[in-house]
Every structure is written in structure tokens, then in C-alpha cells.
């Protein structure tokens, strides 16, 4: 049973997507701690008594969070989340038991709570299985099958510039202008993009990488997005989500 748990992430809109996403999941379990480098956990570790789980960022500030596990013994397990890919084989070295890419997603991190469920007490966290369900690729939505006249017509995912709700209608506006009604919500559909396409902007807009026009800045750090051909579609992303933007778009 996961009780404890301690968060190493050194980018705030993270780490408080982290803390979010886990109140929903467990709301019973106590977020002990949110360091912010290799150093702080080292000093943190020799002073308090193991959480029950680390969520570990794997690049930090002052360097690979690896180097850790050379000062520290650590005995409980880990969950990696990192925007890179290249780290999989080494981290499940180091008592990994998931290694979730970011944008961490509520689906994936719920199975990575489920899997920590299941761990016995002192068990050795299942690395090898970990590693490989993670070299398998996910599959994400690729269509919608929509009723259409007397029949159904298929919606290509990479035809959708953006999904938005209104009135609690999830709906998405193609890149020819047309807009369809969709079934899914837009939590749901969250769940089912390809995060390297789509990017929950707001509590009201999902948008497809290639559609943005351009990103201006708005007042108190947040950020507007510009669509292509939709001039008057405004989509304002939160000081908090504007670092998670910038970096979805740059990489």
C-alpha cells in the first residue's frame, strides 16, 4: 500500500502537475516532500526514514538524478518521469518500476500506482517486465468513427486542429473548417492523443502541434496561442502550463 510518497522534480509546473495528478488518484496519500536536485535528496534521504515511493525526474539541474543512488542507498521503489526517452534501459537499473515520459498523463500514472499496489513488502520491483512493456509502443488514437446521415463516416485524429468543449459537447474543429461532434470528453481524449501532437492547453482547448500559428505573450506569464486560419480562436494558457508549452513545442 502506497502511503508516502516523495516527488524529485525541479520544474514547479511539473512537479505541481505531479501533486494534482496524484490527489486524484490516491487523495489518501501524503506528499512528503518536493525537492528539487540531486543534492537536496541526498541531504533529505539521510534525515528522514524511506517514503514508499519516489516520483524521480531523471534530468535535474545539477545533474543526472542516477547519481544518486551513488550516494544514498535507496531501498524503496522508483517511478522516472522525463521528457527523454534515451534513459529507459539505465533507469530500470535503479529499483524503477515505471518510467513515464512527460507530459505525465493520469492513465499511466494510475497503472504505475497500480503496478506499486502490487509490489510484496521487500519485493524486488519486476525491472525486466517494466522495461519491456516501456520498449512496447503505445498505440493512441489514429480516427473517430461518427454518425453521419443514415450511416458513419471516419474523422482522421491528424485532420483535427483542435478539440474544444462547449455547453459540455466535446467537439473538433478540422483543419478545413468543418467542426464535428465528438463523444469522448476532452479527459478522456487527453488520455488517447499522442501527447508529441496534442497538448491540453486549458480546461476547454486540446490543439494539435501543426495547427499553431504562433505564441504570444499575455499578461502575468501567461501565453496566448494563435491558430492557423481561425483569427478569432482564443486560446490562453496558464502561467503554470506556459513552461510545459514551450517545452513541448521545442523538443
Not at 443514415?150 to 491528424?158: A, E, I, P, R, T
Request: with cysteine.
Amino acid at each position: 500500500m502506497i502511503n508516502k510518497v516523495l516527488i524529485l522534480e525541479d520544474e514547479k509546473p511539473n512537479a505541481d502537475r505531479l501533486q494534482r495528478l496524484i490527489k486524484v488518484i490516491k487523495p489518501q496519500v501524503e506528499i512528503v516532500g518536493v525537492l528539487e536536485s540531486i543534492a537536496d535528496c541526498v541531504t533529505w534521504m539521510n534525515t528522514h526514514p524511506q517514503p514508499d515511493v519516489i516520483m524521480m525526474d531523471v534530468r535535474l539541474a545539477d545533474g543526472l538524478s542516477f547519481e544518486i543512488f551513488d550516494k544514498v542507498i535507496i531501498h524503496c521503489p522508483i517511478v522516472f518521469t522525463t521528457a527523454y526517452d534515451e534513459y529507459a534501459v539505465k533507469a530500470f537499473k535503479y529499483n524503477s518500476v515505471d518510467y513515464l515520459l512527460k507530459p505525465v498523463v493520469q492513465e499511466e500514472l494510475a497503472q504505475a500506482f497500480d503496478k506499486l499496489d502490487h509490489l510484496s513488502p521487500g519485493a524486488t520491483p519486476p525491472s525486466l517486465e517494466g522495461l519491456l512493456n516501456y520498449l512496447q509502443p503505445k498505440e493512441y488514437r489514429t480516427r473517430f468513427l461518427l454518425p453521419y446521415r443514415d450511416g458513419y463516416k471516419s474523422v482522421l485524429v491528424n485532420e483535427v486542429a483542435y478539440f474544444f468543449s462547449e455547453l459540455k459537447i466535446s467537439r473538433a474543429k478540422l483543419v478545413n473548417g468543418e467542426t464535428e461532434i465528438i463523444p469522448q470528453s476532452l479527459e478522456e481524449l487527453e488520455q488517447q492523443l499522442n501527447p508529441k501532437q496534442f497538448f491540453r492547453a486549458n480546461r476547454q482547448f486540446i490543439i494539435h502541434i501543426d495547427a499553431i500559428k504562433q505564441i504570444h505573450n499575455s499578461f502575468n506569464g501567461k501565453l496566448k496561442v494563435e491558430i492557423k486560419n481561425s483569427p478569432t480562436t482564443e486560446i490562453i494558457v496558464s502561467r503554470e502550463k506556459a513552461q510545459l508549452l514551450k517545452a513541448w513545442m521545442d523538443y
